[in-house]
C-alpha cells in the first residue's frame, strides 16, 4: 500500500489544530494530530516542505523505518516541530495500518490490559469556595479524579483558572498576554486549598495538582511536604526539566508522587527521571513525544522503572491525540491516569469520534483505526486564527515561566 498523497488541514472550530491525513493507493487514509498549541504553522511548512514530499510512493505500512526515515534522516534530531510533525505522520500510519486489519488500533498494541481509561478532569474557581463548588460539579458528572486549581489573592490572573470551566483555553490572544506570577504568595494559599477539599470531599476523591513548572526544586519539596496530609494522586510539572537531575532534591524532600512531560518530545527528555525514579507518572503524549510509536516505547521504558503514564490531554490536543491516546492507553500495562479536558461542541463536530466517557472512564470504541475522522467541509468553515499562549513576569518586571 503506497502513500500518495499527504495533506495538512489547518482549521479554528474555537481553537487551532492541525491535522494531518495521509491517502494511500488502495483509498484507505489515515489522519495524525500535529497541533503546537502557538506555533501551528511552523509544523504544517515543516510537514508541507520537509516531510510530505519525502514521503510520496513510500510503503504505508513501514511505520517504524518511516518513523526512523524522518527522526535519523533529518539530521536535527528532536525538537517539538520535529517531533509533532513526526507524531502526525506515525498516528496516521498507525489509522491506516489498524483500518487495514479491520481493527481497534489497541489490538495491534497488544490487546487491552483494562476496561476503561480512568480519566482526570480540570475543576477550577476565582477562589477556594468557588474550586470546592467545581470539584463538586466534577464528582457528580461521576468523575474518580479531579485536578483542583485556584486563583491566588494578589494574582490578577492565575494558570488553569479560567471562566468558562468545561473547556479551558490558555491561549488567549492574537499576541502574548502578560500575566503577574508570585511564588510565595501561591506557597502560602496551595495547601489551604487542599485542607479544605479533603476536609469537605473525604480521601475517595483522587486530587491532582499542575504546579506549572513555576519553583525551584527546594520549594517544590516544600510544596511537596505540605501537601503530604491531603494524599494527592501527583503534584504536576513542579520544577521545569531541562536539568533532569534537579528532580533529586524534589524527590529527597517529599513523597507526594511526581508528574512530568507534557513539554517532553523523546525518550531523552526524561531517561534519567525514569531511570533513577526521580517521578512516578509521565506525562508525555502522542502528539508531542513522537506518535503511537515512540511514545509507547517511552512507556515501556517506563514500565521497568515502577513509572506509570499520565498523558497530557488538555484542550489543544485534538480528538485525534485523545483517540490515538486511549488506545495505547487501553493496551499497555502501566498506564496511570489521562487528562481529559472536554472539547467545544464545535470541535466535536470537525472530528466526530467514537471515544466516550463513561462514569469516570473514557473508552475508546471498537471501530476499525484509532477511531477518530476529521470532516473537511466543517473544518473549511474555521479558518486559522493567531493565538498565543501567555507569558508571566514577576512584581519587578522581569520574565518567569509560564
Ligand atoms: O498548551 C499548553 C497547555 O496544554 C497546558 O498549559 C495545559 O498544563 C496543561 C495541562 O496539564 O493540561
Ligand atoms: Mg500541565
Not at 168 to 185: C, G, H, N, R, V
Not at 193 to 200: P, S
Request: glycine content about 8%; some cysteine.
Amino acid at each position: 500500500m503506497k502513500i500518495t498523497r499527504i495533506k495538512t488541514i489547518v482549521t479554528c472550530p474555537d481553537r487551532n489544530f492541525v491535522t494531518v491525513k495521509v491517502e494511500t493507493d488502495e483509498g484507505l487514509y489515515g489522519i495524525g494530530d500535529a497541533t503546537l498549541n502557538g506555533r501551528e504553522l511552523a509544523v504544517v511548512a515543516y510537514l508541507d516542505e520537509h516531510v510530505a514530499p519525502c514521503l510520496i510512493g513510500m510503503d504505508a505500512g513501514r511505520i517504524e523505518d518511516i518513523w526512523q526515515y524522518l527522526y535519523r534522516g533529518c539530521y536535527w534530531r528532536r525538537g517539538a516541530v520535529t517531533m509533532t510533525a513526526i507524531a502526525a505522520i506515525d498516528t496516521a500510519l498507525w489509522d491506516i495500518k489498524a483500518k487495514a486489519a479491520n481493527m481497534p488500533l489497541y489490538q495491534l498494541l497488544g490487546g487491552k490490559s483494562r476496561d476503561g481509561v480512568m480519566v482526570y478532569g480540570h475543576a477550577n474557581g476565582v477562589d477556594i469556595e468557588e474550586t470546592v463548588d467545581e470539584v463538586a460539579k466534577y464528582m457528580d458528572l461521576g468523575y474518580l479524579a479531579i485536578r483542583a486549581q485556584t486563583g491566588i489573592p494578589g494574582l490578577p490572573t492565575t494558570y488553569g483558572v479560567s471562566e468558562d470551566k468545561m473547556y479551558y483555553e490558555p491561549a488567549d490572544a492574537s499576541l502574548p498576554s502578560t500575566a503577574l506570577w508570585s511564588t510565595s504568595k501561591y506557597m502560602h494559599h496551595i495547601p489551604q486549598l487542599f485542607d479544605r477539599l479533603r476536609n469537605t470531599f473525604g480521601f475517595d476523591v483522587h486530587l491532582l495538582h499542575d504546579v506549572h513548572h513555576r519553583l525551584t526544586p527546594i520549594e517544590a519539596g516544600r510544596v511537596g511536604k505540605a501537601l503530604e496530609p491531603y494524599d494527592l494522586f501527583w503534584l504536576e510539572d513542579a520544577v521545569p526539566a531541562e536539568n533532569q537531575a534537579a528532580f533529586r532534591t524534589v524527590r529527597q524532600h517529599t513523597t507526594t508522587p511526581l508528574a512530568i512531560g507534557e513539554v517532553f518530545n523523546s525518550i531523552w527528555d526524561c531517561k534519567e527521571l525514569i531511570e533513577e525514579g526521580l517521578i512516578d507518572y509521565i506525562r508525555a503524549t502522542v502528539v508531542h513525544a513522537g506518535g503511537v510509536s515512540h511514545l509507547k516505547k517511552i512507556f515501556d521504558f517506563a514500565a521497568m522503572h515502577h513509572v506509570r503514564s499520565g498523558s497530557h490531554g488538555a484542550t489543544d490536543l485534538s480528538p485525534v491525540c485523545m483517540g490515538a491516546a486511549l488506545h495505547l492507553d487501553t493496551a499497555i500495562y502501566n498506564f496511570g491516569i489521562q487528562e481529559y479536558m472536554r472539547h467545544t461542541e464545535k470541535t466535536d463536530d470537525v472530528f466526530p469520534h467514537s471515544y466516550y466517557f463513561s462514569k469516570g472512564y473514557l473508552h475508546p470504541g471498537d471501530v476499525p483505526g484509532h477511531g477518530v475522522d476529521i470532516d473537511e467541509d466543517i473544518a473549511a468553515k474555521y479558518p486559522y486564527q493567531r493565538a498565543f499562549l501567555p507569558v508571566n513576569r514577576l512584581a519587578d518586571g522581569s520574565m518567569f515561566n509560564w
